[in-house]
């Protein structure tokens, strides 16, 4: 199976290349599976309804999230009634929606995705994201080979943990949240494809797909400046996994990086 996950998609420019450049990737790597992050897609903080149906209709599998997937005014309903659009798992119990989807390809290739979010400078009063996933994973179908997990996290450091404790147990542990690309791309010896940041996806003509002028008045004069997505030319930023869908172990992982014309 050929899996594209794509990094935190950010506002229009971000959805833009996304729309734009997917048809290409599917004709170039003969994608089987599209998982994509679209916790920053409406003007940078959360999803709405037109943005989510946009992306289905575009025949994306999956769409993940992380700490601003309840921005936006009808994010709880949306979770609720799409089950195609996740939020951390590790959210408390009774939180509207979930953070496990389990399906298949438009092939009938059966596979599943698992978003969890970390808990080091963001939110500690998550439950845990480590036995969030092993609880989870614990209910998997057995014809269940193929999982992608996407760790929505801050620290470089529990991302890279989620990793080696997945390792074996998933295809893949991919990294978001960031925004900026690691290139630290590998298969662990278990077999699970891994990558500390995916990266956004959006205009790195930015400060993480924010109008740079703006943070600067924030970051250096201290005013009290109101965010905006940064416009211009964008890039897409994802990976491209190669996993063997008999046994779920990942042959390969590959940065993909492609710009606006």
């Known amino acids: 199976m050929n899996l594209l996950f794509v990094g935190d998609v950010v506002g229009e420019a971000g959805r833009r290349v996304l729309l734009g450049r997917l048809p290409v990737l599917r ?25 989510l149906r946009e992306c289905l209709a575009h025949k994306i599998d999956v769409l993940s999230s992380g700490n601003h997937i309840f921005d936006k005014r009808g994010a709880l309903d949306l979770v609720a009634q799409e089950p195609r659009l996740l939020r951390p798992h590790n959210y408390p119990a009774g939180t509207p929606g979930s953070g496990w989807y389990v399906g298949q390809t438009a092939q009938g290739e059966p596979f599943a995705v698992l978003n969890v979010m970390g808990t080091a ?18 209910t998997k ?10 760790c929505h996290a801050e620290a470089t450091s529990e991302k890279m943990a989620m990793g080696w404790f997945l390792d074996g147990l998933v295809s ?15 298969v662990l010896p278990g077999g699970t494809a891994y990558i500390s940041d995916v990266g956004m996806t959006g205009c790195y003509d930015s400060v993480i797909g924010m109008n740079k ?8 004069q201290k005013l009290p400046e109101r965010l905006e997505v940064a416009e211009g030319p964008a890039t897409l930023c ?13 042959r390969s992982i590959q940065r993909v990086s492609l710009r606006e014309d």
Do not use: Q, W
């Not at 893949?172 to 590998?186: F, K, L, S, W, Y």
């Open 27 to 51: 004709e170039r790597f003969k994608l089987d599976a599209v998982v994509v992050n679209i916790e920053n897609a409406a003007g940078g903080f959360g999803v709405t309804d037109k943005i």
């Open 121 to 138: 400078f963001m939110h500690p009063t998550l439950d845990c994201p480590f036995t969030c996933a092993k609880t989870t994973l614990a």
């Open 141 to 150: 179908p057995p014809h269940i080979k193929v999982v992608l997990v996407d």
């Open 172 to 186: 893949a542990v991919v990294g978001t949240h960031t925004h900026v690309p690691t290139a630290d791309e590998r």
């Open 213 to 220: 002028d703006k943070v600067l008045r924030r970051m250096v």
């Open 238 to 250: 994802g990976v491209v996994i190669d996993i063997d869908g008999k046994t779920g172990r990942s």
